[in-house]
């Protein structure tokens, strides 16, 4: 089993800029995959960034230029870097590992940008 624990959401200003945390422990093989999807009320869940373990990255187009998805793949952890925060990226941000065909969620942070 795999646990995905995610931090770093909150209430922050158009323009302004949040770093999400998500700390995996469990059975990570490698090669696998890990990013970020979202889901903002009354819509679907939809991918933001993943990068595998061999460091190919993939961005949204809607936040390409503004977040940037990095990885410590000895402490198993990835990040999203999110500057220039716009109302529309407000949602819950799930963490995702994709390891040997198998998705693993975490339980989610929320993220709101509201002046």
């Known amino acids: 089993q795999v646990q995905l624990v995610e931090s770093g959401g909150g209430l922050v200003q158009p323009g302004g800029s949040l770093r999400l945390s998500c700390a995996a422990s469990?059975?990570?093989?490698?090669?696998?995959?890990m990013g970020w999807y979202r889901q903002a009320p009354g819509k679907q869940r939809e991918l933001v960034a993943t990068?595998?373990?061999?460091?190919?990255?993939n961005y949204a187009d809607s936040v390409k230029g503004r977040f940037t998805i990095s990885r410590d793949n000895a402490e198993n952890m990835v990040y999203l870097q999110m500057n220039s925060l716009k109302p529309e990226d407000t949602a819950v941000y799930y963490c995702n590992a994709q390891i040997w065909g198998k998705d693993y969620w975490g339980k989610g942070t929320l993220v709101t940008v509201s002046s």
């Open positions: 990068m595998a373990s061999g460091g190919n990255v």
């Open positions: 469990g059975r990570i093989f490698s090669p696998n995959a």
